[in-house]
């Protein structure tokens, strides 16, 4: 069955850290990955999508993420935390039906 | 820039009562879907829609479930009778393509917190 894991349920990092959050797919075929944030009170907003083509995906906000096959994983990059990028993260996958398959979240907090 | 709103941001209800949950999505989308969010648990995908009628549902959207688009702007989920694993956060979505070859996003809602008690 299609299904997306994130492995870290809280991550904190120093503000102006790197950051990297996991995403691990089961897919037979080519999956086409997403990743979304949500901050308090807000929707869940699209940071990046992946369907084909370069491994490396470019989103918003400064956040990137890299498809690898060979380890079923899609994950989320950032150089350098801003404290407005605490909020919750979610990878998701696009599902037979044209819904998205999503992983539990993964929660950033920025330390100053 | 347009966006999908959702009515009311929290509902309280009773055990049994029937509750309809409100979104607007945006104007030139032609897809819409619900999802919900129980609790610690992971974004669950319950249902679309597209020219009036349902095309996709998950099974946890049973028979206690609808939706209706009743107007051009409004698309609403029904829940008939309420029960306390319904507590969750509900997600309304709506895109131009159901992600097929346009594989156009899926822009969200601020989702309505239903609390059954």
């Known amino acids: 069955a299609q299904s997306v894991t994130q492995p870290d349920i809280h991550i904190t990092v120093s503000e102006g850290a790197s950051l990297e959050l996991r995403c691990n797919y089961s897919?037979?075929?080519?999956?086409?990955l997403f990743w979304y944030v949500q901050s308090p009170g807000q929707g869940l907003q699209l940071l990046l999508k992946y369907f084909s083509g370069d491994t490396l995906v470019q989103g918003i906000k400064g956040f990137e993420a890299e498809f690898k096959r060979s380890q079923s994983s899609f994950n989320l990059r950032k150089p350098s935390v801003h404290w407005s990028d605490a909020a919750e993260y979610f990878c998701a996958g696009l599902g037979s039906q044209g819904n998205l398959i999503f992983g539990k979240g993964t929660k950033l907090s920025v330390k100053p | 820039e347009p966006e999908v709103t959702q009515t009311p941001s929290h509902q309280v209800t009773q055990m049994g009562q029937e509750v309809i949950l409100r979104c607007v999505p945006i104007?030139?989308?032609?897809?819409f879907y619900w999802y919900r969010q129980i609790l610690g648990q992971k974004v669950e995908f319950l249902v679309s829609?597209?020219?009036?009628?349902?095309?996709?549902k998950s099974e946890i959207f049973d028979d206690q479930f609808s939706v209706e688009r009743p107007d051009g702007s409004n698309f609403t989920l029904k829940i008939r009778s309420t029960k306390l694993e319904d507590s969750a956060m509900y997600f309304c979505?709506?895109?131009?393509?159901?992600?097929?070859?346009?594989?156009?996003?899926?822009?969200f809602g601020p989702g309505t917190r239903l609390t059954v008690t």
């Open positions: 829609f597209y020219n009036n009628e349902i095309s996709e």
């Open positions: 104007s030139n989308h032609l897809y």
């Open positions: 979505a709506s895109s131009t393509s159901s992600g097929g070859p346009y594989r156009d996003e899926q822009y």
């Open positions: 897919y037979g075929a080519t999956p086409y």
